[in-house]
């Protein structure tokens, strides 16, 4: 038997072919090339020479903001990862109790998700600013300010609780669908069997969350290697708060349009990268199977 | 048939919300402990914002003086009005409209279709196709900046479609850059949406004899309106948010979208932060506004799309 007719074949060819082309040329190719080009010197507008792997030596090697910006992305990870991310669980665990006012309770806590970095940046300035900042007026630093953003020791960690910020909300919303989709007989068989709160969370629900622990894993890291916006609009992630993606477009736009050695930058964030997606793809398909 | 699996939907999420609290209902001392809790850190979520709206309000001598954090001694609007002047925001929010509606609309109608012809149709390849689509999404958006900007700076366009007569610098190579991101992340959470529909509505239509495309438009699309709702409102924020795109691959200022308008309120020696403050809550107030007039279709799509079938 024939499944599709001449129609249908049209219509699965366009509507498929549209996006998957848009895929290639947006996505894939351009991700190819970044990777061929981070192996030559180009500037953007001469010629293309191919150097081999010296790009990649001379970031180890001469570039001195290369391993910071590594230790910052790698920071972020992991203040993300153990504090906002368990945090946005805890969260949703105790609104999904079913408590009185939990709308209201989700949308506070869910509304900075929605503002651009931008402005979460602009709104850091206010709260640490040296002059006037809130932080610095009720501590009565007036006189010899805290520099909570211009300090090389500290405006990384204010930044990472300001993208801490946003993270947990969208961590708690979808922890909260997913609990809401957990079948309640389930804790109520726990419940019969004697097992307390705790023990019903960790043993019986938290399993059954396994596909919401792995997209909130991979957001938690992609977000996390991405992180750019907060801190280029505070200070162009300069001065303490260099990220490997600062690194990237500062060489790619900036006025030294080293892309070459940009690409070089990029590659090992998209290495990086693909481990986790690699991870978390091989997941997914495991849990197709099982379907 | 349509209607009865929506309205089955929301009873199975109260009964589950519901019943939660009835094996282990907490004390009462213990449920004025959790609402403490949670009051003290919406008020913490929520400070940052009132803070912006509470210096919008104030003159900026007085700030100056006293600090962002005393009490109010003049209080007016003449700040919002400033911000909306003399950052020229009328235009550039227009110039935001023109890429996120489009980036919105068409995303969501492609993405609809591959989910559709992933998880609906029985495709060989299926699984394939979904973590071509998804991996994309989760690439950091750095790594094909450069090889866009040059593709982009060698496509010309029509003098009607662009001012600048090349892809580079118009408002085509944001809104194609934002679709092609964005695809990933809604081919995934339509795929698992639409898994979760019964299949036995496909097979009545198959059998009366339906297309792939009436299949698609006619029966699935419609019973896929909550995750679409929650899809729609995620997206227009993120693109309305976005901020490096627009860096990268637009040059004339004149069309640049909103939150890059800040930029023109923060004066080269001085800034008025008070002016900045107002600002940036006009600048938030659209998507403050799209979530919560569409908050309760958000919640029920994200906990419909979660659901395995």
């Not at chain 1, 049209?10 to 072919?17: E, M, N, R, T």
């Not at chain 2, 213990?30 to 913490?44: D, K, N, Q, W």
């Not at chain 2, 992933?118 to 689509?133: E, I, T």
Request: hydrophobic share 50%.
């Amino acid at each position: 038997m024939r499944r599709f007719t001449r129609r249908d074949v049209v219509v699965l060819g366009v509507l498929l072919g549209i996006p998957i082309l848009l895929d290639i040329v947006i996505i894939w190719g351009p991700t190819l090339a970044s990777i061929g080009l981070s192996f030559t010197s180009w500037d953007g507008v001469g010629d293309i020479h191919w150097v081999g792997g010296d790009n990649y030596k001379n970031m180890v090697e001469n570039y001195p903001v290369f391993w910071p910006a590594v230790r910052h992305n790698i920071l972020w990870l992991l203040f993300l990862g153990l504090i906002a991310t368990p945090f946005g669980l805890f969260l949703a665990v105790l609104i999904d109790r079913g408590v009185r006012f939990s709308r209201f309770y989700q949308s506070t806590i869910y509304l900075p998700v929605v503002l651009s970095l931008a402005i979460v940046g602009f709104m850091a300035q206010l709260i640490l600013g040296t002059d006037q900042g809130v932080i610095n007026t009720i501590l009565n630093n007036h006189d010899n300010p805290v520099d909570w953003l211009g300090d090389s020791h500290i405006n990384l960690w204010m930044m990472m609780i300001a993208a801490s910020w946003r993270h947990t909300g969208y961590v708690m919303i979808l922890y909260l669908a997913g609990l809401k989709s957990v079948d309640p007989q389930l804790k109520e068989a726990a419940a019969i069997d004697g097992a307390n709160e705790r023990q019903t969370f960790f043993r019986v629900v938290f399993p059954t969350l396994r596909p919401v622990n792995v997209i909130v894993g991979v957001i938690t890291v992609i977000e996390a290697l991405r992180a750019f916006d907060i801190v280029y609009a505070v200070n162009k992630g300069r001065n303490g708060l260099e990220l490997l993606s600062v690194l990237i477009t500062d060489n790619i736009i900036g006025e030294a349009s080293r892309i070459g050695f940009g690409s070089a930058i990029a590659v090992v964030l998209l290495t990086v990268s693909l481990g986790f997606i690699v991870t978390f793809l091989v997941q997914e398909l495991r849990g197709a199977r099982d379907r | 048939m349509t209607a009865d699996i929506r309205a089955s939907a929301p009873t199975r999420t109260v009964a589950a919300s519901a019943s939660s609290s009835t094996p282990h209902r907490p004390s009462r001392r213990g449920r004025f402990g959790v609402h403490i809790f949670l009051m003290a850190v919406s008020l913490a979520f929520l400070a940052p914002l009132l803070l912006a709206v509470y210096a919008s309000l104030r003159p900026y001598e007085e700030t100056a003086q006293h600090g962002y954090f005393s009490f109010p001694r003049h209080l007016s609007f003449a700040y919002y009005r400033r911000a909306y002047t003399e950052s020229g925001m009328g235009k550039y929010f227009t110039n935001t409209l023109l890429i996120a509606v489009p980036g919105v609309l068409i995303t969501l109608f492609l993405a609809s279709f591959v989910a559709f012809a992933v998880s609906r149709l029985k495709l060989r390849g299926g699984l394939v196709l979904l973590m071509f689509f998804t991996a994309g999404n989760l690439l950091p958006q750095q790594v094909i900046v450069t090889p866009l900007y040059v593709l982009f700076n060698k496509i010309p366009l029509p003098w009607w479609m662009s001012d600048s007569q090349m892809m580079y610098d118009s408002y085509w190579a944001v809104i194609i850059v934002n679709i092609g991101f964005q695809l990933g992340f809604c081919v995934f959470v339509l795929a698992n949406f639409m898994r979760t529909l019964p299949q036995e509505i496909l097979e009545a239509a198959i059998v009366d004899g339906a297309g792939v495309w009436t299949q698609f438009w006619r029966i699935t699309l419609p019973l896929c309106r909550p995750a679409l709702a929650a899809l729609g409102t995620l997206e227009f924020t993120w693109i309305y948010n976005d901020f490096l795109w627009a860096l990268i691959f637009i040059s004339n200022p004149d069309k640049l979208p909103i939150t890059s308008s800040l930029n023109n309120l923060r004066g080269q020696f001085f800034t008025d932060y008070n002016l900045l403050a107002a600002g940036s809550v006009l600048v938030a107030l659209p998507t403050i506004l799209v979530f919560l007039l569409l908050q309760r279709h958000f919640i029920a799509g994200l906990t419909l799309g979660s659901t395995k079938g």
